[in-house]
């Protein structure tokens, strides 16, 4: 079975400091992964993927995730943080057995405050 | 552009009574639909899938069911809510062209009294 550690539940930085926050997963095949983030109280937001080639892919509002098959790691990263960064980020792997529908199976998430 | 709505945003429900969300997606048609939950601190656990109208997959067993009447349309329900059914629940749909690409609705917070 597939599964998606995020090792650290809590991270504190201040803004314009440089962010990475950690995720480790375990799967069978290549994977499909995904960094998605929440604000308090609403829906998940797509910040990046990776479905296959180059290994360093850019998302959204400055992100980019680094995928390292040795590592089973899609650590994400942003060089300056920005208050408006703070929210909570999870990591995801997906699966489509079918190949029509596709499951992900997410960390427990990352909490990230800002302070000014 | 493709917008996924649910309804409604916030919801207290005694124990025992039953439960009805609905989640509609527009911009798209033959969508996968998914319901997940997400327990407080917790992360997001798929409760249901569907790849089209009437075609329910559940990932886990409980006290909930989904049902598809409508292509874009899907339904969470519940007979009698129990106190665990607390939580915030999402809805989330993929397209065909890029059906590893999930979008998420804005959530129901679920309060079980």
């Known amino acids: 079975a597939q599964s998606v550690t995020q090792p650290d539940i809590h991270i504190t930085v201040s803004e314009g400091a440089s962010l990475e926050l950690r995720c480790n997963y375990s799967?069978?095949?290549?994977?499909?992964l995904f960094w998605y983030v929440q604000s308090p109280g609403q829906g998940l937001q797509l910040l990046l993927k990776?479905?296959?080639?180059?290994?360093l892919v850019q998302g959204i509002k400055g992100f980019e995730a680094e995928f390292k098959r040795s590592q089973s790691s899609f650590n994400l990263r942003k060089p300056s943080v920005h208050w408006s960064d703070a929210a909570e980020y999870f990591c995801?792997?997906?699966?489509?057995?079918?190949?029509?529908?596709?499951?992900?199976?997410f960390g427990t998430g990352t909490r990230l405050q800002v302070t000014l | 552009s493709q917008t996924i709505h649910q309804w409604p945003a916030t919801l207290v429900q005694p124990v025992g009574s039953p439960l009805s969300l609905e989640c509609t997606v527009e911009g798209t048609s033959n969508p996968n639909l998914y319901w997940y939950r997400q327990a407080a601190g917790r992360g997001l656990q798929l409760l249901f899938y569907?790849?089209?109208?009437?075609?329910i997959s559940s990932e886990v067993p409980q006290n909930l069911s989904a049902s598809r009447p409508q292509d874009r349309q899907f339904i969470l329900s519940s007979k009698k809510l129990l106190l665990s059914d607390s939580g915030f629940y999402l809805c989330?749909?993929?397209?065909?062209?890029?059906?590893?690409?999930?979008?998420f609705g804005p959530g129901t917070r679920l309060t079980v009294l």
């Open positions: 990776y479905f296959s080639g180059d290994t």
């Open positions: 995801a792997v997906g699966r489509n057995p079918t190949g029509t529908a596709s499951k992900l199976t």
């Open positions: 569907s790849v089209g109208i009437g075609q």
């Open positions: 989330a749909w993929s397209g065909l062209a890029n059906y590893n690409e999930q979008f």
């Open positions: 799967y069978g095949a290549t994977p499909y």
